[in-house]
């Protein structure tokens, strides 16, 4: 099943498809349990930079996922969250794996704690069509 993300991802420069075994490496190797349709958006557009609407987004790559988590020390310091990439500046992007739905929130990089991580998407889906209309 394909997504309909094409249309907020005209100023974006998506890399190249992840392999179902790049894929299954990473979930398998870092036990991720990422939202359906965050993986099938890594399925066709293996994360990339650029504008998504006036936003300029960073979408970190399947196999970087794990490390920049542990490099940013998320579980120490923002125990729940899943950061998958950022506005490029001081603002991440993540799941919040504290929920069944693992909704999107943005989170300060400086003084990266839950407490801080406001709402932003229910899902991925929704998260592309926001940036797109601000």
């Known amino acids: 099943m394909r997504i309909n ?33 965050y993986m099938k958006f890594i399925e066709e557009i293996n994360g990339g930079e650029g504008f998504v609407g006036s936003n300029y987004i960073i979408l970190w790559r399947i196999e970087e996922l794990a490390k920049m988590n542990i490099d940013y020390q998320v579980q120490e310091y923002a125990p729940g969250l899943f950061l998958f990439g950022s506005d490029g500046g001081g603002e991440a992007f993540a799941f919040d794996m504290r929920s069944p739905s693992k909704p999107i929130v943005c989170v300060p990089f400086v003084g990266l704690d839950t407490s801080l991580a406001r709402p932003y998407a229910l899902n991925f889906m929704e998260f592309l069509e926001k940036l797109s209309r601000s």
């Open 5 to 37: 993300a094409t249309k907020y991802l005209a100023k974006f420069n998506g890399n190249p498809a992840a392999t179902l075994a790049l894929i299954r490496n990473a979930v398998n190797r870092d036990g991720l349990d990422l939202p359906n349709d």
